[in-house]
């Protein structure tokens, strides 16, 4: 199932900004939790699973900081490469979002 394709139930319109900070933050909560579990477990920096595992949450992090800087600016929720709205649906389960679905399969 596509998350840019309407359902056929009623979706709910885009996150508040309240609503999106606070699932905002406990995605950086969790995402700083599994680096401090990371660092936490002694291993060497050659390990190259533990390292690929802290580069992915670090980019998370400034993902999930991006995403504050657009409910700042006022386009949180917005497809940063087609300017459509992300759908709800798609902000509810990676609330740091940039790009709808369609956007982000041509970008990878």
Do not use: N, W
Not at 4 to 19: C, K, L, M, N
Not at 31 to 43: E, F, I, N, V
Not at 73 to 79: E, H, K
Not at 93 to 100: E, K, R
């Amino acid at each position: 199932m596509s998350l840019d394709v309407p359902r056929t139930e009623p979706s709910r319109d885009r996150p508040t900004a309240q609503e999106a900070r606070r699932r905002l933050e406990h995605a950086r909560g969790t995402r700083l939790t599994q680096l401090r579990a990371l660092t936490d477990t002694g291993l060497t920096v050659e390990d190259h699973l533990t390292s690929a595992q802290k580069l992915s949450i670090e980019r998370v992090l400034k993902e999930i900081d991006a995403a504050f800087a657009r409910i700042e600016d006022g386009t949180y929720g917005t497809c940063l490469g087609c300017a459509k709205s992300v759908p709800a649906e798609r902000l509810e389960i990676l609330p740091y979002a940039g790009h709808c679905v369609a956007c982000r399969r041509r970008a990878t």
